[in-house]
Structures are given as structure tokens and as C-alpha cells.
């Protein structure tokens, strides 16, 4: 997120209240909130090092130890804790912005998938479209143009000449494979980033939540019941 957020991708929005302002530079927005959350996250480690180092050298059965590690647990539980509890209000508030696909950043983040279209399409083996794609994007810079600014004819003169080879490329799979959206779109893989297989990921994390808060509800049913018992068994035997 803090990545995201930031001018180069700008892909979100921090909301106002978890962000601060630069000391020196006045038109910054610092994600100050995620970066403590992220630092905390260090110390989380440094206590399982420091309980990992103190449990390697213990023989089996119980060792006093072991009571220098019961502080860590509740540290590391509380900042846990709290951290998650501010990444949470954080993430219900940011925004996230729509047009990112027509950002200057994204011009050759999509050039793998167009060696891709060459091999699936037009049978060029995958080492020489790499090496064809290659030459187009250096084609391309030296040119002072953008990735969607490829046509056939180009890239079946730059396949020539690097690869000694003729394409007839149609310019629809040219564009299909450079545009961002569909670029992602087209990833329907579990665990993939389309739209529709992160729709059913989240439809089931919804899912497990829900689940998750009625276990946890009748966790605490039975805990209250436990208390009210044995409070009940203290009173009896007074």
C-alpha cells in the first residue's frame, strides 16, 4: 500500500486522517500509519528470534525458561492486535483509483503478455519472441514512443531484423496484449488477479468472516457460562 500510494503509481489514496505532512516538504503525504505498522511487524519477528534462540538448546519437559517468553507472547499479541485493528479502519477508508490503466507507469508493464500472444498465436517460440519484444521495446524508446504506439508493421520489421523472421501480427492481438485492463483480466487462474476470480476469493473471505465471528460468538458464550459456574461453585462453597 504505501507503494501504491505513492506519486510514481498512485494506484490509492490514504485516507487524510492516517497520513502526515512532510517537516520540510509541505506538498507530501506521508503514509506514516503504514510505515509504524510495518516497523512493529519487525519487532513481532525479533520476539520469535529471541524465543526460537532461548527454546533450541532446552531439554524436553518443562524449563523456568520458558517464563521469559510469556512476555513476548503478550507484546507480540498486543501490537498484533492494534495493528491490525489501524490497518482495518485504514483500509475501509482509502481510495482507490479508477483510471489507473491510464497511467504513463503502465506503457511496457504488459510486454511479456505480448510474448505471449506470439507463441500462442503465431507459433514463435518463446525465446525469440522475448528476443522479438525485446528489440521492439528498445525500437520503441529509441523512438521516443509508447507501447501502444506498435503496429504490424513495426514489429514484423524489428521480428526481421532481430530474429530473421516474418509476422503477420493482427493489430487487435497487439492491442489485446498491451492494454493493462484486459492484460489482467485475462488471468482467471485461482488465486489470479481478474476481476472475477478476486470477486470469488473475496465472496469467500466474506465467508470464512462470518464463520469465524460465530465461532468466536459462541466461544464466549461458553466462557461466560464457565465464569457464571464458577462463580456459582465459589459461592456454594462459602
Do not use: C
Request: charged share 25%; hydrophobic share 40%; proline share 5%.
Amino acid at each position: 500500500m504505501i507503494v501504491w500510494s505513492s506519486p510514481d503509481f498512485g494506484i490509492i489514496d490514504l485516507p487524510e486522517s492516517f497520513t502526515f505532512t512532510s517537516s520540510i516538504m509541505p506538498q507530501k503525504k506521508n503514509p506514516d500509519v503504514l510505515e509504524v505498522i510495518r516497523a512493529r511487524m519487525s519487532h513481532i519477528l525479533g520476539n520469535f528470534v529471541s524465543s526460537a534462540v532461548t527454546l533450541k538448546a532446552l531439554p524436553s519437559g518443562y524449563n523456568l525458561d520458558l517464563q521469559e517468553l510469556t512476555p513476548k507472547l503478550w507484546e507480540s499479541l498486543e501490537t498484533v492486535t492494534t495493528s491490525v485493528y489501524m490497518f482495518s479502519e485504514l483500509a475501509k477508508n482509502l481510495n482507490v483509483n479508477k483510471d489507473i490503466f491510464n497511467k504513463q507507469i503502465l506503457n511496457y508493464s504488459t510486454t511479456t503478455e505480448l510474448a505471449n500472444i506470439l507463441v500462442k498465436n503465431y507459433d514463435v517460440p518463446f525465446r525469440v519472441a522475448h528476443k522479438i519484444v525485446g528489440a521492439v521495446v528498445k525500437t520503441l524508446l529509441n523512438k521516443k514512443l509508447a507501447l501502444s504506439d506498435l503496429t504490424p508493421e513495426l514489429l514484423n520489421k524489428v521480428a526481421k531484423e532481430s530474429a530473421g523472421i516474418n509476422l503477420s501480427v493482427k493489430l487487435k492481438d497487439i492491442k489485446d496484449s498491451i492494454d493493462p485492463k484486459k492484460f489482467v483480466e485475462s488471468y482467471k487462474t485461482i488465486g489470479g488477479p481478474a476481476p472475477s476470480e478476486v470477486k470469488r476469493m473475496l465472496k469467500i473471505r466474506k465467508q470464512l468472516t462470518t464463520q469465524s465471528k460465530t465461532d468466536l460468538k459462541e466461544k464466549k458464550a461458553e466462557l461466560d457460562k464457565a465464569d457464571l459456574q464458577l462463580n456459582s461453585t465459589r459461592q456454594t462453597s462459602k
